[in-house]
């Protein structure tokens, strides 16, 4: 972290761990809250798709964690079902900085999403935010520029992207759960 960041931690007990602390969350100097255990992501969404938080996908009363699909040996992050809906096959990204320098990776994925979508399921990609400082999301172009025409590709067969951000609950000033509730509008590059 950079200084005048605030870190919180959080430690295990677990005898398989590599290192008993987990590095959860950093307060930026500008006062923002990041979430860096981006295995959070998985877990956020979960819960955010199990209280119906997540509006364009609250219809769905069945979330099957991590299944097998596709034709390149995927998995998705979650398969939705409900009665009388298209399955939904949702692939979780997730972001922790606001100008985030790595690439995005996933190319399979969108691929595998684009099949989904063809073959007359719900395909969605789901950035999930683990900071409290977004107003708006949008796709590194000039880091994965590849990553970033087959997304916008993607959207054109049809296959969604929603983006929501973290809202930390706190306790007497300090973050004691986060919860994905805030909708961050998705900016689209232009090609």
Request: charged residues 25%.
């Amino acid at each position: 972290g950079a200084e005048g960041d605030t870190v919180w931690y959080s430690t295990s007990d677990s005898a398989t761990r590599k290192y008993p602390s987990s590095w959860e969350l950093t307060q930026l100097a500008n006062g923002n809250m990041v979430c860096i255990n981006t295995h959070r992501s998985n877990q956020l969404t979960f819960d955010a798709l199990q209280k119906k938080h997540i509006l364009e996908l609250a219809m769905y009363d069945e979330i099957h964690p991590e299944v097998k699909y596709g034709e390149e040996n995927s998995r998705i992050d979650f398969l939705l079902k409900g009665k009388d809906l298209p399955d939904c096959y949702v692939e979780v990204k997730s972001i922790t900085y606001v100008d985030n320098d790595k690439k995005l990776g996933g190319q399979k994925h969108l691929r595998e999403l684009i099949a989904m979508k063809k073959q007359g399921h719900r395909a969605v990609i789901f950035f999930c935010g683990l900071h409290d400082g977004f107003d708006h999301f949008q796709i590194a172009k000039h880091i994965d520029a590849k990553y970033d025409a087959l997304f916008q590709q993607a959207l054109k067969e049809g296959v969604e992207a929603y983006a929501y951000a973290a809202e930390f609950e706190k306790t007497q000033g300090i973050p004691t759960a986060l919860h994905l509730t805030k909708v961050v509008p998705l900016k689209i590059n232009s090609i």
